[in-house]
């Protein structure tokens, strides 16, 4: 079993920053891409930035110059850091991590519970 766990959420400041953690856990061999996804009320869940194990990044239009995701493979980490946060970049985010857990297993899609962030005018 794989176990996501965020961290980092909250509430700030238009303007303000956040930076998100998600510890990946359990039985891992390897982790493909990590990312990061959000929802917000009444919003289907968007992509806002993901990672390949060897570092290439894609951010969604909205977020881009002000979000960066990063991801420590030693520590089965991945981060999103956030700048200049606006009111609509309120949600939870999710993050999600594609992982295989044996030598020749099928890649499977984990996900975190979620962390609200909330960024007030």
């Known amino acids: 079993q794989v176990q996501l766990v965020e961290s980092g959420g909250g509430l700030v400041q238009a303007g303000g920053s956040l930076r998100l953690s998600c510890l990946a856990s359990?039985?891992?061999?390897?982790?493909?891409?990590m990312g990061w996804y959000r929802q917000a009320p009444g919003k289907q869940r968007e992509s806002v930035a993901v990672i390949t194990s060897g570092g290439i990044t894609n951010y969604a239009d909205s977020v881009k110059g002000r979000f960066a995701i990063s991801r420590d493979n030693a520590k089965n980490t991945v981060y999103l850091q956030m700048n200049s946060l606006k009111p609509e970049d309120t949600a939870v985010y999710y993050c999600?991590?594609?992982?295989?857990?044996?030598?020749?297993?099928?890649?499977?899609?984990?996900w975190g519970q979620g962390t609200q962030v909330t960024v007030s005018s």
């Open positions: 999600n991590a594609v992982v295989q857990q044996s030598v020749g297993a099928p890649m499977y899609n984990y």
């Open positions: 359990g039985s891992i061999f390897e982790i493909n891409a």
